[in-house]
């Protein structure tokens, strides 16, 4: 399942947002915690599967409810300020 999140593919991260949200959201506190090598990394799962979950949710608010009711707030801190960030 994990490797589902690092194939960056939105259509199977959608489906296992949809499936299985409580799975989802263990994987994503493995890979935010100490999953990755790098933070580059870590960005590109972070900024993939917030893309994914945004089609599936159509808004902003609507996704960030719907990571804030699903992860625990270190995760969802670190999902955020990936999804966010510019450089």
Not at 11 to 32: F, G, Q, V, Y
């Amino acid at each position: 399942m994990e490797g589902v999140l690092r194939s960056l593919d939105k259509s199977s991260i959608k489906d296992l947002i949809e499936k299985s949200p409580a799975k989802t959201a263990k994987l994503l506190h493995m890979i935010n915690l100490a999953g990755v090598d790098s933070v580059v990394e870590r960005r590109s799962l972070n900024t993939a599967f917030m893309e994914s979950l945004l089609e599936l949710e159509h808004t902003r608010p609507a996704t960030h409810l719907w990571l804030k009711q699903n992860v625990d707030y270190e995760i969802c801190d670190a999902v955020l300020s990936d999804w966010n960030y510019t450089g």
